[in-house]
């Protein structure tokens, strides 16, 4: 097994597994249509997923540091398969709740941030930003097949058989590719790591609590709490959004997978930046986009054109998910050791925090004022105070 079939097997599984959990979106209509629940509601089963994943983050990181990631993403994989078959019998809150916002959190634990980070963060030693964003990268083009592929299916045999079917497909198509190439490293694998000037280092071997005792943990930490709240009320209500302004939605959703098509590319290049010129001015450019896709969205409601909605996935896309490759590689260059999966796990909690407020909050903003125009505001205020969280986090001149 090389670097580069662990980053290409890695860019499968994150496209199918964040295409299967971002197509919530897309079944987040027929479920507010069908049950007539709140919108508040509805969203708040991804919220309680967001926090669960959060809360078992510093756990899986245990258990990768000590049994090794291959383990937590072949069980993350069968958990996301099944969850998405079970969601087809919904017929409740708590079903929903249950299926979505457990399950589908014990899977996507499995398959997410801190299991992938360490893996990729034991078997690669140069041009780390780049190849982390690459592998990232599958998280795009998985939202932008399954997104309107779940739609396809949904206007044709309706939202149960959907969901049944990407179910059956991930146990039958994904586990079994997941089993061939998820390998852990070999014990002796080195941790070396590019610096943004291109030389080499070895990152230092810190404990959670050094790593604790510094400004740069607390920092990234905010920005990790900070990012779902600028992005998730943008992103989990953008085709309720859009279909109540009298959008196709086939269109809609197409706009969904393109935002994440672009968000592939947004990865990619802001994984070069980052090793170019270092995670902050890359996470700082990439909240720039995610405020601009939030004033576009907020235009549209004023003029509602097409053009406003492209202008949306564009710029919302590029920055979408960029800040995972460039918190997963600031982390592990100042972090990285035997208990990076520890760490990692506390510094992704933070994500589960802030990931379990914005789907539920962009939905009560609507639930109350009849708009998602604050919520909207709401992202480009959070995308401001993230920015100045990742530049605090910059290594301080020697």
Known sequence: MTPARIVAGVWVIVAVANGLFFSFSIFFVPLVEEFRWSRALTAGALSLSTLIQGLLAP?????????????????????????????????SPLDLYLYTGLLGALGFAGVGSVPMGVLLS??????????????FSGMGVGIFVIGPLAQWLISTLGWRAASAILGVAVLALVLPFAWLVAHDPPPAHPHATDTPDGTQKAPGDASLRQAMATRAFWALFGAYLLTPLAVFPVFIHQVAFAVDLGFPRLLVAWIFGFVGLM??????????IVDRFGGPPAAILSFACTAGGAFALLALEVWPHDGWLYAYAL????????????????????????????????????NGIGGAVGPWFGGAVHDVTGSYRVAFVSS????ALGAWCFWLARPRAA
């Open 122 to 135: 034991r078997w690669i030693d140069r041009r780390r930003g780049r190849m982390v964003g690459i592998a």
């Open 59 to 91: 756990l899986v990181g245990i258990v990768v540091d000590r049994v090794g990631p291959r383990s937590a993403i072949l069980g993350g994989v069968a958990l996301l398969g099944v969850a998405s078959i079970l969601a087809s019998t919904i017929s």
């Open 315 to 350: 710029l919302f896309g590029l920055g979408f998910g960029a800040r995972g490759p460039i918190i997963t590689t600031m982390a592990s260059e100042l972090f990285g050791g035997r208990r990076f999966g520890l760490i990692w796990g506390i510094l992704n909690l933070a």
């Open 263 to 272: 968000s592939s590319l947004g990865r990619v290049g802001f994984g070069v």
């Open 380 to 383: 480009v205020g959070f995308s």
